[in-house]
């Protein structure tokens, strides 16, 4: 029985996924559960598992193919009592299908004279931009119209709907979006030494990180406030306890879930700081997901989400911090694990920086930059006046977005921050 293996829905709002390599080779025997190719899907690359125990008689997508959620990629020929069962079920599929489903116009590929009006762009459609064409009555030759703004060019859903805020009826035949100004200032040249300079290609996720980056301070004004704190307290509480709370939890006691515990009880005080903004909306998030930006050992970056913050005790926060971290280093992050933040913090302080200008993770209007934990004699303020002791000292940062995030806003929300910081209660318990 020959078994159609498609590419699985790997998360809530991922549509499409990019193939990194396939395990096996056609002829091969592979068994099931037994993983047969690795895919990406945005930051996370994923393992994906045969359904039967067959033999590979035919692979349609090679490496770096872009691949839509639901599409035909291999064809296995499987045996025994899981072909039987897989006949059952996939021929209940396509009943369904065929009810459910109508043929749709969108789905042929388009005229090469048509392609060629997309500069450098692809032909490819998501099952999400299809459907949103159908809703809105877009036609093929009109979508291939509107300028991509992902990767190589592919359509979003975002410029689907930008476009459709200036669309004219009836349709017109040309497109109707300006050309971005060009800049009049030459390109500056890179001098390369053949022989002794080398050049590396950006992989797949610094293309990504790159993109965002730059999209990132082109959409948001960025601000910078900064914040100097003492977090003697802090840290001599977690040098007593953090072999009790170990002991007692199982679980390794950083600063990082006490960072987070920090922001989310800042964003119950400051929630107009936990929004995200569309054009002239602000959404406001009720849920307090905190997103910890954390370098790969690739020395790439990427955000697991702590969902709930505000919910959790230091016990379960610690708890989330070292599972998300320690999936980050082995690269087994689930896509589900990096969606959904509504404010970043980076530890900067990490890497022995004093502080840093952290750049915002679109949607978001904030992001807060923890800088390294340094002690220097300072001056403080006792009952016998003033005196100079060594001190643990450290800088926050806080890149906020200007259309929506003012100085009175940005300035309060950090120094609730860096007040629960100062003002840490020694009496916590675990």
Same mark, same amino acid.
């Given at each position: ?39 990406? +899907?945005?930051?996370? *690359? ?24 639901? /599409?035909?990629? #291999?064809?296995?020929?499987? /045996? ?9 079920? &996939?021929?209940?599929?396509? &009943?369904?299908?065929?009810? =459910? ?7 042929? +590929? ?22 949103? =064409?159908?809703?809105?009555? %877009? ?24 476009? %459709? ?12 979006? &300006? ?23 950006? *992989? ?15 959409? !948001? ?8 704190? *003492? ?8 040098? +007593? ?7 007692? +939890? ?26 995200? $903004? ?31 913050? *505000? ?7 610690? !708890?989330?911090?070292?599972? %998300?971290?320690?999936?980050?280093? /082995? ?22 920086? %004093? ?10 209007? =904030?992001?807060? #930059? ?33 259309? $929506? ?11 609730? $921050? ?13």
């Amino acid at each position: 029985m020959i078994i159609e293996f498609k590419m699985p829905k790997l998360g809530e709002s991922i549509a499409e996924a990019t193939v990194i390599s396939w395990l096996k080779n056609v002829g091969d025997y592979i068994a099931a559960e037994e993983t047969l190719l690795e895919v990406a +899907t945005d930051k996370v *690359d994923s393992e994906v598992p045969s359904p039967v125990s067959g033999v590979i008689k035919e692979i349609r997508f090679q490496k770096n193919d872009l691949v839509a959620v639901g /599409t035909v990629m #291999a064809l296995i020929e499987a /045996t025994g009592e899981q072909a039987q069962s897989q006949s059952q079920s &996939q021929s209940q599929s396509q &009943q369904s299908a065929q009810v =459910a489903e109508p043929s749709s116009p969108y789905t042929s +590929t388009a005229p090469s004279s048509v392609a060629q009006l997309r500069q450098g762009g692809t032909t490819f459609l998501s099952p999400l931009i299809i459907s949103i =064409a159908q809703k809105e009555n %877009l036609s093929i030759e009109e979508l291939q119209l509107i300028p991509g703004s992902g990767a190589d060019g592919r359509l979003q859903k975002s410029d689907v709907y930008q476009y %459709l805020k200036i669309r004219k009826y009836p349709v017109q035949s040309k497109p109707m979006v &300006q050309s971005p100004p060009t800049s009049s200032y030459p390109k500056p040249k890179i001098n390369y030494t053949e022989g002794k300079d080398y050049i590396i290609e950006m *992989d797949r996720m610094r293309k990504m990180i790159a993109d965002h980056m730059v999209y990132s301070k082109q959409t !948001s004004p960025h601000v910078t406030s900064y914040l100097e704190i *003492d977090v003697t307290n802090l840290v001599a509480w977690r040098t +007593t306890h953090k072999e009790a709370f170990q002991a007692k +939890t199982g679980q390794k006691l950083t600063f990082t879930p006490l960072f987070v515990e920090a922001v989310a009880k800042a964003i119950q005080a400051y929630p107009l700081i936990n929004v995200a $903004v569309e054009d002239t909306k602000i959404y406001v998030r009720k849920d307090i997901n905190i997103g910890m930006a954390t370098a790969l050992p690739t020395g790439n970056l990427i955000v697991p989400v702590v969902r709930n913050a *505000d919910t959790k005790d230091l016990a379960a926060l610690a !708890s989330d911090v070292n599972q %998300l971290a320690e999936s980050a280093r /082995t690269n087994t992050l689930k896509p589900e694990q990096i969606q959904g933040s509504t404010f970043t913090i980076s530890n900067v302080g990490t890497f022995g920086s %004093l502080m840093g200008t952290p750049i915002i993770n679109q949607p978001e209007v =904030a992001i807060l #930059a923890f800088g390294i934990i340094k002690k220097r004699p300072e001056v403080i303020t006792t009952a016998k006046g003033d005196e100079i002791a060594i001190r643990s000292m450290m800088f926050l940062s806080l890149s906020f977005d200007h259309r $929506v995030v003012d100085g009175f806003l940005g300035g309060s929300f950090l120094r609730k $921050v860096g007040d629960y910081l100062e003002q840490f209660d020694t009496n916590t318990t675990y």
